[in-house]
């Protein structure tokens, strides 16, 4: 069956466990993003180099150093470059212009990733990435503000074009490189990217270190709260998702999964209205039937595309 069903399994099941991101942070208590960060990918890291050793001392997940040089770049684009991103562009721009710019990434994904591929026509991506742009647009437009600094903003929307290239990027040649290299099981993959992510979380505290305006430590009260949620986020949302994407990597066609990645949104706005208890506004269910409404349209297109591509 075109695409493989196994595949839109793994691909929605980890972007349900990526929309658990929206909400876990709400729960740490009062520590700031950059610290979440960094207690995420410190617990990704060291879940990852406690898996590695084990499998290792097995006789398994032994790779030559190429493939750690392309795990410890691959790991950085994902992680730092991505999420420090997103951070600056929170700071600067506003959350719903961040939301909206970094949503644009299935298009983004698609579109470059059948530019590398060439799986399927252009014109087939047109209809559901002009659906996702619009549902895009419903959603977040309840959310603009103004804006009090222009130069801040403009460098909000920079952060989020770096984000959005940067998540693009990785997502692409991420599957290229997977597809490429059958040998590397989805789970040692996802193991790798983990043990070279413990050395951008040392660099990125020695920066912070250096250059924080701040060099008195924070007081906080719930630690407790920090540890369990950095370890959902490090083993559940980073390990676990990054195990599940790797799988439909192996499945999907790359402009397919891209749209996927939507429902990442998707499942986010479900945990906060669930958890707020509420039923979001008819402006952003209105938005959120486009973006389904898009991504069904897409498999159809793709499954469409690959069936002819398999008889010719």
Same mark, same amino acid.
């Given at each position: 069956?075109?695409?493989?069903?196994?595949?839109?399994?793994? @691909?929605?099941? @980890?972007?349900?466990?990526?929309?658990?991101?929206? !909400? =876990?942070?709400?729960y740490m208590g009062d520590f700031n993003c950059l610290e979440v960060a960094m207690g995420r990918y410190s617990f990704y890291g060291?879940?990852?180099?406690? =898996?590695? =050793? $084990?499998? /290792?001392?097995r006789g398994?997940?032994? /790779?030559?150093?190429?493939?750690?040089?392309? %795990? &410890? !770049?691959?790991?950085?684009?994902?992680?730092? $470059? /991505?999420?420090?991103? $997103?951070?600056? %562009?929170?700071?600067?721009?506003?959350? %719903?212009?961040? +939301?909206?710019? &970094?949503?644009?990434?299935?298009?983004?994904?698609?579109?470059?990733g059948n530019w590398k591929l060439k799986e399927c026509s252009y014109r087939s991506l047109m209809l559901p990435s002009l659906l996702i742009l619009a549902g895009l647009v419903m959603i977040n437009m309840p959310h603009f503000t103004a804006v009090d600094s222009p130069l801040e903003y403009v460098l909000g929307l920079l952060c989020s074009m770096v984000a959005l290239m940067a998540w693009s990027w990785y997502v692409v040649a991420n599957a290229q490189f997977l597809k490429s290299h059958p040998e590397i099981s989805s789970n040692d993959w996802s193991t790798l990217m983990g043990v070279t992510t413990i050395l951008w979380v040392g660099l990125f505290g020695i920066v912070l270190v250096l250059f924080s305006q701040d060099n008195a430590p924070a007081v906080h009260s719930?630690?407790?709260?920090?540890?369990?949620?950095?370890? =959902?986020?490090?083993? $559940?949302?980073?390990w676990t998702g990054a195990f599940l994407w790797n799988r439909a990597s192996y499945y999907l066609p790359v402009s397919l999964a891209g749209q996927l990645t939507i429902?990442?949104?998707?499942?986010?706005?479900?945990?906060?209205?669930? *958890? +707020?208890?509420?039923?979001?506004?008819?402006?952003?269910?209105?938005?959120? *039937? &486009?973006?389904?409404? +898009?991504?069904?349209?897409?498999?159809?297109?793709?499954?469409?595309?690959?069936?002819?591509? +398999?008889?010719?």
């Amino acid at each position: 069956m075109f695409p493989s069903i196994k595949g839109i399994i793994f @691909a929605l099941s @980890a972007c349900f466990i990526w929309g658990m991101i929206f !909400v =876990i942070p709400q729960y740490m208590g009062d520590f700031n993003c950059l610290e979440v960060a960094m207690g995420r990918y410190s617990f990704y890291g060291i879940i990852s180099a406690s =898996i590695f =050793i $084990v499998e /290792y001392c097995r006789g398994s997940c032994r /790779y030559p150093l190429k493939i750690w040089s392309k %795990a &410890l !770049v691959f790991s950085l684009m994902s992680t730092f $470059v /991505y999420y420090t991103s $997103v951070v600056l %562009a929170l700071r600067f721009s506003t959350p %719903a212009v961040t +939301a909206l710019i &970094l949503g644009i990434s299935p298009i983004a994904i698609a579109f470059y990733g059948n530019w590398k591929l060439k799986e399927c026509s252009y014109r087939s991506l047109m209809l559901p990435s002009l659906l996702i742009l619009a549902g895009l647009v419903m959603i977040n437009m309840p959310h603009f503000t103004a804006v009090d600094s222009p130069l801040e903003y403009v460098l909000g929307l920079l952060c989020s074009m770096v984000a959005l290239m940067a998540w693009s990027w990785y997502v692409v040649a991420n599957a290229q490189f997977l597809k490429s290299h059958p040998e590397i099981s989805s789970n040692d993959w996802s193991t790798l990217m983990g043990v070279t992510t413990i050395l951008w979380v040392g660099l990125f505290g020695i920066v912070l270190v250096l250059f924080s305006q701040d060099n008195a430590p924070a007081v906080h009260s719930d630690w407790t709260s920090f540890f369990i949620g950095s370890a =959902i986020l490090g083993f $559940v949302c980073s390990w676990t998702g990054a195990f599940l994407w790797n799988r439909a990597s192996y499945y999907l066609p790359v402009s397919l999964a891209g749209q996927l990645t939507i429902f990442e949104t998707l499942f986010g706005l479900l945990f906060v209205y669930s *958890i +707020a208890q509420e039923l979001p506004p008819l402006m952003e269910c209105l938005g959120i *039937i &486009l973006l389904t409404g +898009a991504v069904i349209y897409g498999i159809r297109v793709s499954t469409h595309s690959t069936v002819q591509h +398999a008889i010719t």
